[in-house]
């Protein structure tokens, strides 16, 4: 397995080579304390941006007026961020204000929590002004300063907090939390498409049932969108063993829990910012789970399903029923995969054929012609060929 500090040392070595300062820092070290996977690296150093664009000589300017410019080497590219103060946060979310300098601890102090206020060296030496390394051991999540400060600075904050708690297992420091209670109203100042991104990712980790406690005791979910006034619902919500659901499989069972009628589903989501793609999607495995929890799959359901479909409902309607998923899986994936056609397209006839034997026009004649030859074939009572679909069809249209 690639080492990305390895792989990324040359770079801090070309900065150090001339005269300045260059570390590791934020989330890949964080991630390397704990021995998690490691995605990308970020760099922080001394270097201004302009004399980061006169040392490398590939660059993209990707966020310059805040210091940050991306470094292209080896097929890949390395953000590289000048050490910078901010001030002047408007929004509850942005600086109005961003100074260069060429102070690492001055960096570090405006950062979130104490564990991404870590720097590492490219010989692993860490540099850790406030205690991060701790934090990590003890799995405590705690604001670097203030958290009165930090959260008014930019309240995107207390959410980041609370999906920590999901994500990593760890605990929100007591003084963190309280402010974070207090404050939890500056969250409406916060953009959805940025709450949504931390709220999903809260509902993969593998600690989820302690952060929706947190959204609930801190009344975060409050200033959600669609969540307000739903605390029995989200409690029924936290309650489910849902561990290995995924991220559209977990807003399933969110609509599921707060009980939208089918036609609120679509407006939920919006609010969410969902794209219309995933809204479909969501929409589709709604669908199914409310009928099979009703009754066991027709033959006809599992077809328009599909399997991906089946598979998140049947998640799903275990975990709502507390229920062993596996045999019941394999048992409608195994009938899904005996049908004789799993999409229209694989039908051997089309719209054209058919008009063509009758010689009638389109219309919706047409589109109950398709639809019973379809049901036909999946019931068993019709061979998937063109002459034999043609030939029942003639015989129907004489009785």
Not at 30 to 36: A, P
Not at 192 to 211: D, P, Y
Not at 222 to 240: C, I, M
Not at 269 to 290: G, S
């Amino acid at each position: 397995m690639i080492d990305p500090f390895l792989e990324a040392s040359p770079v801090l070595k070309k900065l150090e080579d001339a005269g300045f300062e260059a570390y590791f820092v934020g989330g890949s070290v964080r991630d390397f304390l704990l021995k998690r996977e490691i995605n990308d690296v970020d760099i922080a150093t001394s270097a201004t941006p302009d004399e980061v664009k006169r040392i490398f000589p590939k660059t993209v300017d990707i966020g310059i007026e805040h210091g940050t410019v991306l470094v292209l080497v080896n097929n890949g590219g390395y953000e590289i961020t000048t050490f910078r103060t901010e001030s002047d946060y408007q929004d509850y979310r942005r600086p109005k204000e961003v100074t260069f300098i060429r102070n690492l601890k001055e960096d570090l102090q405006r950062r979130d929590f104490t564990m991404n206020a870590i720097a590492m060296d490219r010989n692993r030496k860490l540099i850790d002004p406030f205690n991060g390394f701790i934090a990590i051991q003890e799995r405590i999540i705690q604001t670097v300063g203030s958290p009165n400060d930090r959260f008014q600075e930019d309240a995107l904050r207390m959410m980041r907090a609370v999906r920590f708690v999901s994500q990593l297992s760890f605990q929100i420091e007591s003084g963190t939390f309280q402010a974070l209670a207090k404050l939890v109203y500056l969250l409406d100042n916060i953009a959805v498409e940025r709450k949504r991104s931390e709220f999903e990712k809260l509902l993969i980790g593998k600690n989820k049932t302690k952060a929706l406690n947190i959204l609930l005791e801190a009344n975060i979910y409050s200033y959600l969108p669609g969540l307000k006034g739903n605390r029995q619902q989200l409690e029924e919500f936290r309650s489910f063993n849902s561990g290995n659901l995924n991220k559209n499989e977990m807003w399933s069972l969110l609509i599921f829990c707060i009980n939208l009628k089918e036609k609120e589903i679509e407006l939920f989501l919006k609010e969410w910012r969902l794209a219309l793609k995933e809204i479909r999607e969501i929409q589709q495995v709604v669908h199914f789970l409310t009928k099979r929890l009703e009754q066991d799959w027709t033959i006809y359901d599992l077809y328009s399903a599909g399997r991906d479909h089946i598979l998140s409902t049947e998640k799903l309607y275990h975990v709502i029923n507390g229920t062993n998923e596996v045999q019941s899986i394999e048992h409608w994936i195994k009938l899904y995969e005996t049908l004789p056609i799993k999409d229209r397209s694989e039908m051997n006839v089309t719209g054209n054929d058919v008009m063509d034997w009758f010689n009638k026009r389109g219309g919706p004649w047409l589109k109950e012609t398709l639809l019973t030859i379809e049901e036909n074939i999946l019931a068993g009572n019709l061979d998937n060929d063109k002459e034999k679909i043609k030939e029942w069809l003639m015989k129907c249209n004489q009785k």
